[in-house]
Every structure is written in C-alpha cells, then in structure tokens.
C-alpha cells in the first residue's frame, strides 16, 4: 500500500465551527489531491497541490481551503462547516512522472457536520 | 462538456458467472483511463491504466480493454472476493493530471 494517512478517521462538528484535515504521505510523490465523495456523485475534486505552496482549486472548491507547506502534509480546511460539507473525504497522491499518472488513494475521513 | 458514464450502476453475479462493466466516456485530449477498485469504507485501489485504444490489461480474473469512447471491465469467473464497487476515471488533456471519474458500478458475486 502507498503510504497515505489521513486524520481523524472519522469526525462529527456542528455547524459553523472550523475543521481541518490532515493527509500524510511518505512516497515522496509531487502531486496531491483533495476528493470527496457522496452517495449518487462520483469522486469530485476539491483542490490540489502540485508542489510546496503550490495550490489550485478543482471541481467543487467552494466552502474549502488548502495548505501544502511540506512535500509530505495536505490539509483541508473548512472555515465554517456547514450540513453540505457532511461526507466521506479522500486524499489522493501522484508523483506525475511520464507514465505514472494513477493516483493512491488514502484510508478516507468520514465528516458528519449536525 | 466532459463527462464520464459507468454501467451498469449495480450488477449481481452468480460465482463463476462472467460479465462485463462498461465506462464510457466523451472528453477531449483523454491522457489515460484509470480503474479503480473500491470496498466499502476503504478508498480506492488502482488496478489499471490504459493509454490508446486497442490496449488490453490483465490481472487475475480481470481485464480491461480501451476503445476510442468506452472502456470495459471484463470479469472471468468472478468469486465472492471480487465484490467490489469498480471505478472509471479519465485523465484530461491539459489539465496537471486531474481525473474525472464515474459514478462506479457495484458488483456483487454470490457463492
């Protein structure tokens, strides 16, 4: 298994307050993203890190905010959670090298936001 | 717009029982189609990647072929272990390597 932890495993806040994900990796990989996914949706994109400090924002970015101030940590922000935000969340790695764009997803953090 | 489709949304199998998922697709500049495999409150494992049409990979009971608008997923005498959501995903063109997926099909073998 790729190594990617991801942290809390499960969480359950009210609305309004702020939460932060963490996601871990030791492979070294340059890339990392931030999914989630919920009952009738494919995984959709929330943001992604193409290196140290460099961010953009994917599919559903709205709501959330990324830091990547080390190769190895991602974290997810949520400024003020709302019932929306209620969801299962995925890390994923890449290291992006010619012929090696599959994506290793991480264990999953189960947000429920009452 | 780009779009990925997976059917069927769920499909029940008979062990031994051989069957195929599909994965459609229409994106422009695709840069790779991605298999996934995915039990239930675990994240997705990768299985396969395929890059042009025509490209065929195996691994045990599972193989994955490529066309120019749709993927399949073979099955060859499925087992109970083979119980699985399954996962499309294709990468865009231009994009730093970010995927779509589809909505996955759940499979479920029974002895």
């Known amino acids: 298994d790729a190594g990617i932890t991801q942290s809390p495993r499960h969480k359950v806040t009210e609305t309004g307050t702020p939460v932060t994900l963490r996601c871990h990796q030791t492979?070294?990989?340059?890339?990392m993203y931030w999914y989630r996914q919920d009952p009738g949706h494919g995984l959709r994109l929330i943001h992604y890190?193409?290196?140290?400090?460099?961010?953009d924002k994917g599919e559903v970015s709205d709501g959330y905010s990324v830091s990547r101030s080390k190769t190895e940590d991602f974290l997810l922000t949520l400024e003020s959670a709302t019932s929306s935000q209620t969801s299962v969340y995925f890390c994923?790695?890449?290291?992006?090298?010619?012929?090696?764009?599959?994506?290793?997803f991480g264990p999953g953090t189960r947000l429920t936001v009452l | 717009e780009d779009q990925v489709t997976q059917s069927p949304e769920a499909l029940r199998l008979q062990e031994g029982e051989s069957s195929s998922l599909n994965c459609s697709y229409t994106?422009?500049?695709?840069?790779?189609l991605f298999w996934y495999r995915q039990d239930p409150g675990k994240g997705p494992e990768f299985l396969f990647t395929?890059?042009?049409a025509g490209e065929e990979k195996e691994k045990e009971r599972l193989k994955a072929t490529l066309t120019k608008k749709e993927s399949f997923l073979h099955i060859t005498a499925p087992k109970p272990e083979d119980s699985a959501t399954y996962l499309c995903?294709?990468?865009?063109?231009?994009?730093?390597?970010?995927?779509?997926f589809g909505k996955g099909t759940k499979l479920s073998v029974k002895p």
């Open positions: 994923a790695i890449s290291d992006g090298l010619a012929g090696h764009n599959e994506q290793f």
């Open positions: 492979e070294n990989h340059r890339y």
């Open positions: 890190s193409y290196g140290v400090k460099d961010t």
């Open positions: 994106v422009s500049g695709l840069r790779g």
């Open positions: 395929l890059y042009s």
């Open positions: 995903a294709v990468r865009l063109g231009g994009s730093q390597g970010n995927l779509i």
